[in-house]
């Protein structure tokens, strides 16, 4: 039985209503996200090769890709903005939406060559939990249970994947980049950790993961 059968014996496969809105609140802080107060992506160290949330396969001119480590969902790849703190893909300009959606698309194109025969690849950039802009990449697997629907974010962020696995699959989706090449900035400086935005600092405690 794969944990996605499992998943729905234990749940009944249903899915959870809508909320009211009086009980839906933003964490506190949303009422500022620009200023990168206490963002836990900012306190990440990008130039290590482990997180802790996930494994580095691509270091690129605009965004780090991580293998992710939490979830049921092989091949899970997070894209973390490393230009320092912005919280939402509308405050890029022109050239670094560009580039940042050039290097997600990169890293997509290496998961579907990956994890074949997965039949679809979703992308989603939601910033719900962690305001500092991340691109989601879900492969889509054969034995999900309803892959018609919206991924059910349980499957990524509850349990740990192994580890060896895990390992293995970096090292494979690296080399695929490695032979894809990387994106060059299109202007100097521009999309690099250390711009005058801010950026990555020490290493982070590794706990959970973005929405």
Sequence with gaps: MSPFELEAVVCGSQV?????????????????????????????????????????????????????????????????????????????????????????????????????????????????????????LIPRHPDEPNPERTPVFAHLEHDQQDEARIRSDAAGLRALLARMGGTRAAVAGDGRCDDDAGGGGPAGSGDGGPV
């Design 16 to 136: 959870p209503g809508p909320r009211s809105l009086a009980a839906s609140t933003w964490p506190e802080r949303y009422a500022e996200p620009d200023t990168g107060a206490a963002c836990s992506m900012c306190d990440k160290d990008f130039t290590a090769p482990d997180i802790g949330w996930g494994l580095l396969i691509k270091r690129g001119v605009y965004g780090n890709a991580y293998l992710w480590r939490a979830g049921r969902v092989r091949g899970y790849v997070v894209v973390v903005w490393t230009g320092g703190h912005v919280a939402r893909l509308t405050a890029l300009s022109a050239r670094q939406l560009a580039g940042f959606m050039a290097e997600v698309t990169r890293v997509g194109r290496a998961i579907e060559a990956h994890y074949r025969p997965a039949p679809k690849l979703n992308v989603s950039l939601l910033e719900n939990d962690i305001p500092h802009l991340h691109a989601h």
